[in-house]
């Protein structure tokens, strides 16, 4: 079992930046893809960004990248996600997940075994 928790979210200004983390507890933390979704008011859970377990490989929605870095520590069981130039429109929970036994950072609500409750990002323009 894996639990996960996020933290750093909060209310900011557009153009800023901001890092959430999601500390991982429990087994075999190491072996786990771990994504990032979020969730708008009114809208689907949509994919963020996710990374392989050895951070071989990460994925980015399109719509996101170049402005979102997803990255992990294995040694502190803790996965980031930077967001630079933020935008009314990423004002959403933001829930971190895991998935394992995969080889490739997946995007897909099913490849996810594990999730947080999330975290509150809301940005003011």
């Known amino acids: 079992q894996v639990q996960l928790v996020e933290s750093g979210g909060g209310l900011v200004q557009a153009g800023t930046s901001l890092r959430l983390s999601c500390a991982a507890s429990g087994r075999s933390f190491n072996g786990y893809a771990m994504g990032w979704f979020r969730q708008a008011p009114g809208k689907e859970r949509e994919f963020v960004a996710s990374i392989t377990w050895n951070s071989n490989s990460a994925r980015y929605a399109n719509s996101l990248k170049g402005r979102f870095t997803i990255s992990r520590d294995n040694a502190k069981n803790t996965v980031y996600l930077q967001m630079n130039s933020l935008k009314p429109e990423d004002t959403a929970v933001y829930a971190c997940?895991?998935?394992?036994?995969?080889?490739?950072?997946?995007?897909?609500?099913?490849?996810?075994?594990?999730w947080g409750q999330g975290t509150q990002v809301t940005v003011s323009s």
């Open positions: 997940a895991a998935g394992g036994g995969l080889n490739y950072p997946p995007a897909g609500l099913s490849e996810y075994e594990y």
